[in-house]
């Protein structure tokens, strides 16, 4: 029988959310790693029982916890981040230069095919690959090495690598966004690295159209469409249609273009979905009201989705990590807030109901669909 | 004989006990106790010192006879009560976050 497996990163440690396929009734298991932050949990393509997790404090710096059991029984594997060679520098909030500086995992991305491969974005931003299940980590440096690396700089979460994406259709492709850098790609596996951020436009920017510099928040990608790109930029809904080599905006008629979450409906390479976040530094959703907006078309014309959702007095965040979809014939949309609740929506976004309320705070939601 | 002492976390990292006793070849330093103590129990590599520098990570104290030694060189002995095992060495984290 089909069912689904949430896999919930907080503040205070990891939860996993299982339900059949009606997706009415939730088993809660958790917390895991209890007291530490877990930015990252993700599930093989190739092993669905095959977990990796970030976890990390403050104290006692990065552990990588890997499960073969889908969540049930944990141990941890290698959490060796060493940059490749001289690690160089970034540009520092004040604009001085500041030496590279490895922090935390934010994302872990499993290989579409092979258990035992994932990579790692982490601050301060780079690459890493695993190619024995966790055991030892390499960075992919031509990424950092490209040229530019001298001009990043960290965003107010830090100088993040948050999203990497595997292209299903060529093995040697790969996307991944640094908050703030921008986005950037790979044809070679690795080895070199393109920015792809032409049409991006941030006024914070001496020059706005610069090659690098823009806070990109979020880059998704259908699996059946691997050209077409949506992001969350800072400010601004942009959408490309060559594989990031340019990209035009569609937050169209967004009650606010400012954001972090965005995910594609898993049947639907057109449908999208973001939640509109009051901006610069409130950071909660405009008038007090929850809304995931869908867009059928790819951007530009959009529906808010409030069914089931607060529509007063509600200042959570969702972030960047922490919305998701599963390939149920009626799919499936979950997001976390800063609040500590996930929501799950069962119909594609038309209603929405919580199946937690009172987690800390979410930091990333992944969705296994299991046969 | 050193009985070492983790803090909660690590401890449930490491799947120990409330107290560690490790032998320690030769001098016992901060260097030779924790070099033994990874050894022992390789996933705490990196939480409390760095894997590569080998520095203290901050938040991370070391006590023992009542003395803070965080401070102290990494391959300066132990003091006697805790070379001889009569005293425990402590890995405290630090009350700080939240």
Same mark, same amino acid.
């Given at each position: 029988?089909?069912? #689904?497996? #949430?896999?919930?990163?907080?503040?205070?440690?990891?939860?996993?959310?299982? +339900?059949?396929?009606?997706?009415?009734?939730?088993?809660?298991?958790?917390?895991?790693?209890?007291?530490?932050?877990?930015?990252?949990?993700?599930?093989?393509?190739?092993?669905?029982?095959?977990?990796?997790?970030?976890?990390?404090t403050g104290w006692f710096g990065q552990m990588i916890q890997l499960s073969n059991d889908g969540g049930r029984t944990w141990e941890p594997v290698g959490n060796k981040f060493v940059y490749d060679g001289v690690a160089g520098t970034h540009q520092w909030y004040d604009g001085t230069p500041h030496p590279w500086e490895f922090k935390r995992?934010?994302?872990?991305?499993?290989?579409?095919?092979?258990?035992?491969?994932?990579?790692?974005?982490?601050?301060?931003?780079?690459?890493?690959?695993?190619?024995?299940?966790?055991?030892?980590?390499?960075?992919?440096?031509?990424?950092?090495?490209?040229?530019?690396?001298?001009?990043?700089?960290?965003? !107010?979460? =830090? *100088?993040?690598?948050?999203? %990497?994406?595997?292209?299903?259709?060529?093995?040697?492709?790969?996307? %991944? !966004?640094?908050? !703030?850098?921008?986005?950037?790609?790979?044809?070679?596996?690795?080895?070199?690295?393109?920015?792809?951020?032409?049409? $991006?436009?941030?006024?914070?920017?001496?020059?706005?159209?610069?090659?690098?510099?823009?806070?990109?928040?979020?880059?998704? *990608?259908?699996? +059946?469409?691997?050209?077409?790109?949506?992001?969350?930029?800072?400010?601004?809904?942009?959408?490309?249609?060559?594989?990031?080599?340019?990209?035009?905006?569609?937050?169209?008629?967004?009650?606010?273009?400012?954001?972090?979450?965005?995910?594609?409906?898993?049947?639907?390479?057109?449908?999208?979905?973001?939640?509109?976040?009051? &901006?610069?530094?409130?950071?909660?959703?405009?008038? =007090?009201? $929850?809304?995931?907006?869908?867009?059928?078309?790819?951007?530009?014309?959009?529906?808010?989705?409030?069914?089931? @959702?607060?529509q007063s007095d509600c200042y959570v965040n969702v972030l960047r990590d922490a919305m998701a979809v599963d390939s149920l014939d009626s799919c499936g949309v979950y997001f976390g807030t800063t609040g500590g609740q996930v929501y799950a929506s069962s119909d594609a976004g038309d209603h929405w109901a919580p199946i937690v309320r009172d987690?800390?705070?979410? $930091? &990333? #939601?992944? #969705?296994?669909? @299991?046969? | 004989?050193?009985?070492?002492?983790?803090?909660?976390? /690590?401890?449930?990292?490491?799947?120990?006990?409330?107290?560690?006793?490790?032998?320690?070849?030769?001098?016992?330093?901060?260097?030779?106790?924790?070099?033994?103590?990874?050894?022992?129990?390789?996933? /705490?590599?990196?939480?409390?010192?760095?894997?590569?520098?080998?520095?203290?990570?901050?938040?991370?104290?070391?006590?023992?006879?009542?003395?803070?030694?965080?401070?102290?060189?990494?391959?300066?002995?132990?003091?006697?009560?805790?070379?001889?095992?009569?005293?425990?060495?402590?890995?405290?984290?630090?009350?700080?976050?939240?």
């Amino acid at each position: 029988m089909s069912g #689904v497996r #949430v896999l919930v990163g907080t503040r205070k440690g990891a939860f996993i959310l299982t +339900s059949d396929g009606k997706r009415e009734h939730w088993d809660i298991a958790g917390p895991y790693f209890g007291g530490w932050e877990m930015y990252h949990l993700k599930g093989s393509p190739a092993d669905p029982n095959r977990l990796y997790a970030s976890q990390s404090t403050g104290w006692f710096g990065q552990m990588i916890q890997l499960s073969n059991d889908g969540g049930r029984t944990w141990e941890p594997v290698g959490n060796k981040f060493v940059y490749d060679g001289v690690a160089g520098t970034h540009q520092w909030y004040d604009g001085t230069p500041h030496p590279w500086e490895f922090k935390r995992v934010w994302h872990l991305e499993p290989s579409l095919t092979d258990p035992d491969t994932v990579y790692a974005g982490v601050e301060d931003a780079g690459l890493f690959r695993s190619t024995d299940g966790g055991q030892t980590w390499r960075e992919l440096p031509g990424l950092r090495g490209h040229g530019t690396g001298p001009r990043w700089q960290p965003g !107010a979460g =830090g *100088m993040c690598l948050h999203t %990497i994406i595997l292209d299903p259709s060529d093995r040697q492709r790969i996307f %991944i !966004a640094i908050s !703030a850098a921008g986005a950037f790609r790979t044809d070679d596996g690795g080895e070199t690295w393109l920015p792809i951020n032409r049409g $991006l436009r941030s006024e914070f920017l001496p020059d706005p159209v610069a090659e690098v510099g823009h806070c990109v928040h979020h880059v998704a *990608m259908h699996q +059946s469409r691997p050209g077409v790109l949506f992001m969350q930029k800072h400010w601004d809904v942009m959408r490309s249609d060559d594989a990031g080599d340019s990209w035009r905006e569609v937050s169209g008629n967004l009650p606010t273009d400012f954001g972090f979450a965005l995910d594609v409906h898993a049947h639907e390479p057109d449908t999208i979905y973001v939640v509109p976040i009051k &901006s610069d530094s409130e950071h909660y959703p405009p008038e =007090g009201k $929850l809304r995931v907006y869908r867009s059928r078309t790819g951007g530009d014309e959009w529906e808010p989705l409030t069914r089931g @959702l607060p529509q007063s007095d509600c200042y959570v965040n969702v972030l960047r990590d922490a919305m998701a979809v599963d390939s149920l014939d009626s799919c499936g949309v979950y997001f976390g807030t800063t609040g500590g609740q996930v929501y799950a929506s069962s119909d594609a976004g038309d209603h929405w109901a919580p199946i937690v309320r009172d987690l800390p705070a979410v $930091l &990333s #939601v992944e #969705v296994q669909t @299991l046969a | 004989m050193i009985r070492v002492v983790l803090p909660a976390h /690590l401890r449930t990292l490491a799947r120990a006990g409330g107290e560690v006793e490790l032998e320690v070849d030769g001098l016992a330093t901060q260097r030779s106790v924790l070099d033994a103590l990874e050894a022992r129990y390789p996933m /705490l590599r990196g939480t409390i010192r760095d894997h590569v520098t080998q520095q203290r990570r901050p938040f991370v104290r070391f006590f023992g006879c009542g003395e803070d030694l965080s401070h102290e060189s990494p391959d300066a002995p132990l003091p006697e009560a805790v070379a001889s095992g009569a005293e425990p060495f402590l890995l405290v984290g630090a009350i700080a976050g939240g």
